[in-house]
Structure formats: C-alpha cells, structure tokens
Nanobody
Framework: QVQLVESGGGLVQAGGSLRLSCAASRSITSLNVMAWYRQAPGKQRELVASITTVGITNYADSVKGRFTIARDNAKNTVYLHMSSLKPEDTAVYYC???????????WGQGTQVTVSS
C-alpha cells in the first residue's frame, strides 16, 4: 500500500505562485511515475504533469512554461511549482503514483487551489 498526502493548496491571486507537495508513505524510487492531476467543478479530471523515476517530465499544454514538476527522492516527495496562475487553474489537485510492481495506481485525497481574478 502507498499513501499519498498532498499539501500546499490555497487561495492566490491571478499571476501568483504556489507550490504543491505530495508526500508518499514509501520510497518514491519504487513508484515508476508520479503525476499531478486536477479536476475543476463540472469537468473531468485531467493530467497536469508527470515525472518518471529517471526524471522524464510531461506537461499539459495549458501549463507548459508555468508549472514545473520535481521529485525529491530523499524526502519521498513530489512537488508541483505553479507560477503565473490563472483563474482557469482553479481546481482540486490530486497526486497520483503508478506502482509497476503492483500494476496499480494510488491517489491522494486532493488539495484545493483557487485563483482569484
């Protein structure tokens, strides 16, 4: 089992920045892909960014150049650095881990990000 706990969400003005954290209950070196998703009211959950164990990253077009995903293996934590935030970034942000050794995904409980205009 893997527990994921997100933190760092909150209310920020447009143009501001936030850093989200996702702390895992086990070594993230065993988790092949770590990712951030988001879900806005009335919309489907969408991939924001992902990072593999070797540091390969992928971003949604809507956040490229503004968001950065990073992992700290020593702290078993993945971060999402968000800058130049827009009201349309408002959503609940979820951390997801894919554990190949179990062939399954694990999800965190989510953290709310609200960007005011």
């Amino acid at each position: 089992q893997v527990q994921l706990v997100e933190s760092g969400g909150g209310l920020v003005q447009a143009g501001g920045s936030l850093r989200l954290s996702c702390a895992a209950s086990r070594s993230i070196t065993s988790l092949n892909v770590m990712a951030w998703y988001r879900q806005a009211p009335g919309k489907q959950r969408e991939l924001v960014a992902s990072i593999t164990t070797v540091g390969i990253t992928n971003y949604a077009d809507s956040v490229k150049g503004r968001f950065t995903i990073a992992r700290d293996n020593a702290k078993n934590t993945v971060y999402l650095h968000m800058s130049s935030l827009k009201p349309e970034d408002t959503a609940v942000y979820y951390c997801k881990a894919f554990a190949a050794f179990q062939s399954r995904d694990y999800w965190g409980q989510g953290t709310q990000v609200t960007v005011s205009s």
